[in-house]
């Protein structure tokens, strides 16, 4: 039997990167997944739910900062598949700049994509679980940013920090009510990603910064997504029955210093 077999998953973020690796890994491990992202990213998002295979996958617009957004995308979710067993939050996003340069709407914007959107995902995502009487699994995607300081990332840093802690009290909060739902986080060190790859573009010396950030990380090599794709399916399967208010640590040994 697959790893995940009969679960219904939701993925913000899911048009590419992380989101879409997570997507492709859960759907092989025979899970069936509402692959979400922003309006503007729909025919990606849509090529993500294609290729899980057929009645595998999903499309549902979803702008993370909007709780009517939310609503729907449980609604949606709920009456095509008739569950929610798991959620990941990974949509993310990261301005590079530190405490002097950023801009209050900057700041605002980051935390209201990484912080609030987990919010509002937990909030409704307990919901939609509770509904469909489903023992499911949180899965919030923070950062090691969120467990050391970075300078120039100090909004992101920020939010990730506070998805950290978030990511506790609704553990607790779901496990003192008896829900049979868990939540963790999964912290990566920088990953080839999309992001990340803007972030060295918008470098004066892109080869500079790539060298720096791979400097970061002890064992000298970024992540790749399915890093990360990897550490969701565990979280999202009964071999993590006993995890919750957890953090899964993927910085090849930076936090170790």
């Not at 092989?28 to 990213?41: L, M, N, S, W």
């Not at 999903?58 to 009517?68: A, G, I, S």
């Not at 340069?101 to 509770?130: P, S």
């Amino acid at each position: 039997m697959k790893r995940v077999e009969g679960k219904v998953a939701l993925i913000t973020g899911a048009a590419g990167g992380l989101g879409s690796a997570a997507a492709r890994m859960l759907a092989r491990e025979g899970a069936r997944v509402v692959v979400t992202d922003r309006p503007q990213q729909e025919e990606a998002g849509v090529e993500v739910a294609r290729s899980l295979g057929e009645g595998m996958g999903l499309f549902v617009p979803l702008d993370v900062t909007r709780e009517e957004d939310w609503v729907r995308a449980m609604e949606v979710t709920l009456a095509k598949f008739g569950r929610l067993d798991v959620l990941v939050n990974n949509a993310g996003l990261g301005v590079p700049k530190d405490v002097e340069n950023i801009t209050l709407a900057e700041w605002r914007l980051v935390h209201a994509v990484n912080l609030d959107g987990t919010f509002l995902g937990c909030k409704h995502g307990i919901q939609a679980m509770r509904k469909s009487g489903a023992r499911g699994s949180i899965i919030n995607i923070s950062s090691v940013a969120g467990l050391i300081g970075v300078p120039t990332l100090v909004a992101y840093g920020s939010a990730k920090a506070a998805v950290h802690m978030f990511t506790k009290s609704v553990a607790l909060h779901c496990a003192h009510h008896g829900y049979g739902i868990r939540c963790n986080s999964i912290h990566p060190t920088f990953i080839e990603t999309n992001m990340v790859k803007a972030l060295i573009a918008s470098s004066s010396s892109p080869e500079r910064a790539r060298e720096g950030l791979r400097r970061t990380i002890p064992q000298g090599a970024m992540g790749e997504p399915d890093d990360v794709a990897n550490a969701v399916v565990y979280l999202a399967s009964d071999e993590s029955k006993l995890m919750t208010g957890a953090e899964m640590i993927l910085d090849g040994g930076s936090t170790a210093q």
